[in-house]
């Protein structure tokens, strides 16, 4: 086993549980500013929801195989380059396209679906993809994913949140519209808060081995996100759609990987690493972006 494989990182599921407790306030915050009428607009474009699913679920785990063959990864690392590609759209998501400007509605309906499909398309795609590569084959284990589970965590961090947020934007619109700044604010700061955190935690590990998964992730996570805004764009997606599409394919549940990864493998040094960090980068980026976009207002063309 080679030494990058050994490492142990400081995983808590606490943690991750209060990040996702947060990210469900996130999405009360998002909520205050929508409508219902929202989601029947997002419901009736049927190229954006289908490109956001296909996009994530077929195109990039596919990407994700090819792109192992051209940068040739340690075995460890080029498996846990295809869980995160597996996994269901992060709900990070909703917060950077509700920031950019983007269409909100939209992308909370492809999270809501993508984490759905995920039941089975998750444990069909790590099985598919890991075991056709050759420098992936040796390391395979089957995955499950819990339907009950997964359930819960669409109600948690999209429905109930979602529910709230809507019936106070519908009976009390002038706290709403007072509240969606702060609420703003305040998850910026908690995403920066946990980027911060999660290197303090495991920064010995990241310094040792970080020049193995930098210009991988960085690849990786470019390619999933110019590949969203290229593909909206020659569908003549809206700007604010294209904009959500972006997100969607460029977010990962790489929480959820990591669990994966613990439960499954024994939390395997290099998919530990290159899942963990990913977490971070797709963060960092994710901001990046949102905040070029949140200067610039949408461009609306006819239909």
Sequence with gaps: ????????????????????????????????????????????????LALGLLGHHVLFPAMTWGL?????????????????????????????????????????????????????????????????????????????????????????????????????????????????????IFSLVVFVAFVVGALAANFRHFLDYIHFVVLVVLIHNGLALVTGFGLSSLLGLQDRDRRAVTFEMGIQNSGLGLILIFDFFNGLGGMAIVTAWWGIWHIVSGLALASYWHRREPVETKA
């Design 68 to 184: 192992i063959w051209i940068l040739d990864p340690v075995p460890s690392i080029a498996l846990g380059m295809i869980l995160v590609a597996s996994c269901p759209a992060g709900h990070l998501s909703n917060f950077l396209t509700h920031f950019a400007k983007g269409n909100a509605a939209l992308s909370v309906s492809v999270s809501g679906l993508s984490t759905a499909v995920a039941i089975f398309m998750t444990p069909l795609n790590f099985a598919f993809w890991g075991n056709l590569h050759p420098v992936t084959h040796d390391l395979m284990r089957s995955i499950a994913l819990d339907p009950m589970e997964m359930l819960g965590v669409i109600v948690l961090l999209l429905g109930l949140p979602l529910a709230v947020g809507l019936t106070v934007s519908h009976r009390f619109p002038a706290f709403a519209k007072r509240a969606e700044k702060p609420m703003k």
């Design 1 to 48: 086993m080679i030494a990058i494989d050994q490492v142990q990182l400081h995983f808590n599921p606490t943690t991750l549980g209060i990040l996702n407790a947060v990210l469900g306030l996130v999405m009360f915050g998002i909520a205050l500013d929508l409508k219902a009428a929202d989601f029947k607009a997002a419901l009736a474009t049927p190229r954006a």
